[in-house]
T-cell receptor
Framework: KNEVEQSPQNLTAQEGEFITINCSYS?????LHWLQQHPGGGIVSLFM???GKKKHGRLIATINIQEKHSSLHITASHPRDSAVYIC?????????FGTGTSLTVIP | DTEVTQTPKHLVMGMTNKKSLKCEQH?????MYWYKQKAKKPPELMFV???????INESVPSRFSPECPNSSLLNLHLHALQPEDSALYLC??????????FGSGTRLTVV
């Protein structure tokens, strides 16, 4: 069993739709990260969370420590949001990645 | 400077070549990491350096040799690689409470 589980694995949305990606983890963490990776590209850190909620532009990330669950929301989705979104949790010097959610936003 | 810089961005090497990947950060992060990522898979941890000392080596073949010459630099020396070593090699750095910062990666092709 993976330490970090994401759902869905693949997601296709129409431009403008509200998108939610979910992440559950099974280890004790110091922080949870949401990462974005465009095809063939490097990884960009979107959020680091240890509690509550963070917002950056059209992106919102929430975490529930008791339930070991986090969500990434994208409002008013746009084709440029098409990428793989990865949930990862950090415990000291260890970093566990989810398998990623591949998002395609269609114009 | 809030970036992790990796060079080169692309590298093609033969199986008998020796090459090095370079990673640099000037954020004062004291932990640095090498990851290997195959297509459509999450990154796999290779090495962790903490305060310039190798703290984690995830059973990586000896044809990959990491080096941390100082707190800002991390190298990955490559020798006698196999075609299956072709992948995206990502460097990252971290500091407690400040999260992880990833480089944009080196796309390595072994021919």
């Amino acid at each position: 069993k993976n330490e970090v589980e994401q759902s869905p694995q693949n997601l296709t949305a129409q431009e403008g739709e509200f998108i939610t990606i979910n992440c559950s983890y099974s280890v004790g963490i110091s922080a949870l990260h949401w990462l974005q990776q465009h095809p063939g590209g490097g990884i960009v850190s979107l959020f680091m969370l240890s509690s509550g909620k963070k917002k950056h532009g059209r992106l919102i990330a929430t975490i529930n420590i008791q339930e070991k669950h986090s969500s990434l929301h994208i409002t008013a989705s746009h084709p440029r949001d098409s990428a793989v979104y990865i949930c990862a949790v950090g415990t000291g010097n260890q970093f566990y990645f989810g398998t990623g959610t591949s998002l395609t936003v269609i114009p | 400077d809030t970036e992790v810089t990796q060079t080169p961005k692309h590298l093609v090497m033969g199986m008998t070549n020796k090459k090095s990947l370079k990673c640099e950060q000037h954020m004062g992060h004291r932990a640095m990491y090498w990851y290997k990522q195959k297509a459509k898979k999450p990154p796999e941890l290779m090495f962790v350096y903490s305060y310039e000392k190798l703290s984690i080596n995830e059973s990586v073949p000896s044809r990959f040799s990491p080096e941390c010459p100082n707190s800002s630099l991390l190298n990955l020396h490559l020798h006698a690689l196999q075609p299956e070593d072709s992948a995206l090699y990502l460097c990252a750095s971290s500091q407690p409470d400040y999260g992880y910062t990833f480089g944009s990666g080196t796309r390595l092709t072994v021919v």
